[in-house]
């Protein structure tokens, strides 16, 4: 698999929909890739906590549109990163979007972990409640966005799902730069899975962003690595790489907590 991930910049002087009209050629520089990623609520910025309400689309809205003409153009399977959804009810959602070469919108993944503890995303967006996978040809991935990646009973998860790999959009900060890299090789080798983490790039709502896109092999080692700006990282990966890792150290058959079947005991 040939898989291309835009570290996109986020600057706010851009006017979204410019950058949008950007994104969609980029993704469409990428013809010849059998995957392309873009980051976490690049349209906006992660941060512009502000602008969410305002830059909120339906799942058929202006971004959606514009990402499924391009998946289409480039013959490509596009996970868009993520966008502020409003939902039926109205709440905003952190959701995801993949679509396939045909421009089909096939899967979305409500972001589950939000960010900001009393205040930005935790507090203006509501959770996503469904872990969530998508069958891309030769691997099964499962999805995740920037701070889920925290949180490694989500990719245990997906793995009991037949994930091979996992798809991780994020608008990470650079001030913890050091836990992006550290924790995309973690959930790569505890899973023994294939990670495409791709950042944003530049600086929105004042927080400077990490770049430092990553793609992990099921045993640890860096594959690929962006640098600060704007770029493209295109990797090609060995996906029967995951089933040989997991039959020369199957780790994963010796799990025990978390299998289903294993109580927990509460109490003193």
């Known amino acids: 698999m040939r898989a291309s991930l835009i570290q996109i910049n986020v600057d706010p002087a851009e006017p979204v929909a410019e950058r949008r009209d ?49 998946a289409l153009d480039a013959g490509v399977w596009l996970h868009a990163g993520s966008i ?12 995801s979007l993949v679509f ?21 995303e935790a507090v203006l ?54 836990h992006w890299s550290l924790l995309a090789r973690a959930r790569a080798v505890e899973n023994q899975a294939y990670v495409l983490a791709c950042g944003t790039a530049g600086t929105h709502a004042g927080v400077e962003q990490a770049g430092h896109s990553v793609v992990v092999d099921p045993w640890g080692d860096v594959v690929g690595e962006a640098g600060a700006g704007e770029e493209v990282l295109a990797v090609d990966l060995d996906l029967a790489r995951v089933a040989r890792v997991r039959d020369e150290f199957p780790a994963l058959k010796d799990r025990v907590l978390g299998v289903p079947g294993i109580p927990v005991i509460n109490g003193l």
């Open 22 to 70: 950007r994104a969609a050629a980029l993704v469409r520089e990428q013809a010849g890739s059998d995957l392309v990623v873009l980051p976490e609520l690049w349209h906006v910025g992660a941060f512009a906590f502000e602008s969410f309400a305002v830059e909120a689309e339906p799942l058929d809205g202006p971004t959606a549109r514009a990402m499924s003409s391009a």
């Open 84 to 95: 502020v959804e409003r939902g039926a009810g109205g709440d905003l959602f952190n959701t």
């Open 100 to 120: 396939s070469p045909g421009g089909e919108l096939v899967r979305t993944y409500r972001k589950i972990h939000r960010f900001g503890f009393d205040k930005g």
């Open 125 to 178: 967006m509501a959770a996503g409640t469904e872990p969530v996978t998508v069958a891309l040809p030769g691997a099964m991935a499962g999805l995740a966005t920037c701070y889920d990646l925290r949180f490694p009973e989500l990719f245990r998860a997906l793995v009991d799902g037949g994930a091979q790999m996992f798809v991780v959009p994020a608008g990470w900060p650079e001030r913890r730069r050091a």
